[in-house]
């Protein structure tokens, strides 16, 4: 298994510019998870799905928008990047089973917006 | 609201110290997650540990312990005769369960730096 996958590694958008972070897992979770970290912070939450066709928004939605067409892609839109949008972002999947409670994390994506 | 408090920011030992990461958290909930996240300097995140709240034993994972103490809604982390490897960001994150769904609260971390 590849686990959590996330594309691309690293990106420079300028102010206003649009752009997709993929996030994809081969391991059948019903569950993926967005999160952002800022720099010294801990993660935030930006939108999370219980499977494919639901969403929903986390702590820090705004900006952002996703959508979960299949189990293994979680992809994650960013509409008129802004400066504030600079951040590491994270993807998570957690297994569907009763008792399983851990998330595991993607490799990460840092974004900056200049 | 949740919160989790990681009131260390930073901790710096030498090799072979002992060394204890404080976590502290805040919760309504009855039934709760406590985890704990490593993130070394290649950024990505590891998971090391997870106890839920119906669980306050101790446990031990080679040079690893988590103290979890519910009437202090403390969950602490220490590790002995740090080694250099242990040098990262340490994480304390808590979750209750939403409609089967699960949303992780993150402390701030706690950057470890181990020196020789």
């Known amino acids: 298994n590849a686990g959590v996958t996330q594309t691309p590694k690293f990106r420079i958008l300028k102010i206003g510019q649009s752009m997709t972070l993929q996030c994809a897992q081969d391991?059948?979770?019903?569950?993926m998870y967005w999160y952002r970290q800022d720099p010294g912070m801990g993660l935030k939450l930006i939108y999370y799905s219980v499977g494919a066709g639901i969403t929903d928004k986390g702590e820090v939605p705004n900006g952002y928008n996703v959508s979960r067409s299949t189990t293994e892609d979680f992809p994650l839109r960013l509409e008129l990047a802004a400066p504030s949008q600079t951040s590491v972002y994270f993807c998570?999947?957690?297994?569907?089973?009763?008792?399983?409670?851990?998330?595991?994390f993607g490799p990460g994506t840092r974004l900056t917006v200049t | 609201a949740q919160k989790v408090t990681q009131a260390q920011t930073e901790i710096s030992v030498v090799e072979k110290e002992d060394v204890t990461l404080d976590c502290v958290y805040e919760t309504r909930d009855t039934t709760y997650y406590l985890f704990w996240y490593k993130q070394p300097p290649s950024g990505e995140l590891v998971f090391l540990i997870r106890?839920?709240?119906?669980?306050?034993q101790n446990e031990i994972s080679g040079r690893y312990s988590w103290n979890f103490q519910k009437s202090t809604s403390s969950f602490n982390f220490t590790i002995t005769a740090s080694q250099v490897v242990d040098s990262a960001v340490y994480f304390c994150a808590l979750s209750g369960i939403i409609q089967g769904a699960q949303k992780l609260v993150f402390g701030q971390g706690t950057r470890l730096t181990i020196n020789p």
């Open positions: 391991m059948n979770h019903n569950y």
């Open positions: 106890r839920n709240s119906f669980d306050e």
């Open positions: 998570a999947s957690r297994a569907p089973l009763a008792g399983v409670y851990e998330q595991y």
